[in-house]
């Protein structure tokens, strides 16, 4: 099945729509957000959300839909509408320095929190304060390659769905449960409930990540709690954490960004939990 006629002017209806997505009042209002790229829309075409496909429309220049023909077939497969239009519509859509040539325009995807506890989950990160988007992609990427059964987002952190959050993603954000505007407290009052432990990275913590390592603490259900990479955690963050851990610096570096240090958190859990003796080790 062919794409729809090309789009042409800026002043379309469907084009107007879609450009308003990158705004987050009108995400919030439509509950709608956008995917840039081959890679982001390719996996939005496959996603499911409340038994609903996530992709509900397609934006592509001529160029592009040749280039990835898998692309759109995937996109009418999934009944999602594909527009062919000008590279300079889809570029005023995506609002990127170097568009790709692919928008999909895709529905909220994230969970309430009570299902993704219900779950019981093994290991989670939960993004306190975290304000950078492109931090929060990152890390959402970085607990999508360590296994991590969720994510989670307090209500003092950035909207996921702003468009620097999903690029980063690169396209984890449709791979793993989400949950979004949750209060810390809350939580990680439903995370102890469930049987996890909570840890909060920061650099000052008092356990250090290798000693918990070797006295074997690390290999049960784990909710790292990660905070804004300027100031790191509030102490009243801090306080609700079961401890509070450092990841140790062997170099002279002064500290480790966010996303380093949230991937080396959530590879060391990881990897104790795979180990004899560990939540998902074989049995």
Not at 127 to 146: E, F, I, Q
Not at 234 to 253: F, K, N, Q, S
Request: hydrophobic share 45%; charged share 25%.
């Amino acid at each position: 099945m062919p794409p729809a006629a090309e789009l042409t002017s800026p002043r379309s209806p469907r084009v107007v729509a879609a450009r308003r997505l990158a705004r987050r009042s009108f995400r919030g209002k439509e509950r709608r957000f956008l995917a840039e790229g081959p890679q982001a829309v390719r996996e939005a075409a496959d996603h499911r959300a409340g038994g609903e496909r996530t992709l509900v429309e397609l934006f592509t220049t001529p160029e592009a839909a040749e280039r990835h023909g898998d692309i759109v077939e995937a996109a009418l497969a999934a009944g999602a509408p594909v527009h062919r239009a000008t590279e300079e519509i889809v570029a005023g859509i995506s609002q990127t320095v170097t568009p790709q040539g692919m928008v999909g325009v895709c529905r909220f995807l994230d969970r309430p929190i009570e299902e993704i506890l219900a779950a019981r989950p093994r290991l989670v990160a939960v993004l306190a304060h975290v304000r950078d988007p492109g931090n929060a992609g990152t890390v959402l990427r970085c607990a999508d390659a360590a296994g991590a059964d969720a994510v989670i987002l307090t209500d003092a952190s950035v909207d996921l769905y702003n468009p620097k959050a999903v690029r980063a993603s690169v396209g984890s954000l449709f791979h793993l449960p989400v949950a979004v505007g949750v209060p810390v407290e809350r939580a990680v009052a439903g995370l102890a409930a469930a049987g996890t432990r909570v840890l909060a990275a920061d650099g000052g913590g008092d356990r250090d990540l290798d000693a918990e390592l070797d006295a074997g603490a690390m290999g049960g259900p784990t909710a790292w709690i990660f905070g804004n990479e300027a100031w790191g955690l509030p102490a009243e963050t801090r306080a609700l954490a079961d401890a509070v851990v450092r990841v140790p610096i062997h170099g002279r570096a002064e500290s480790l960004n966010l996303a380093t240090a949230a991937a080396v958190c959530l590879y060391a859990s990881a990897r104790a939990q795979r180990a004899p003796g560990g939540c998902r080790a074989a049995t």
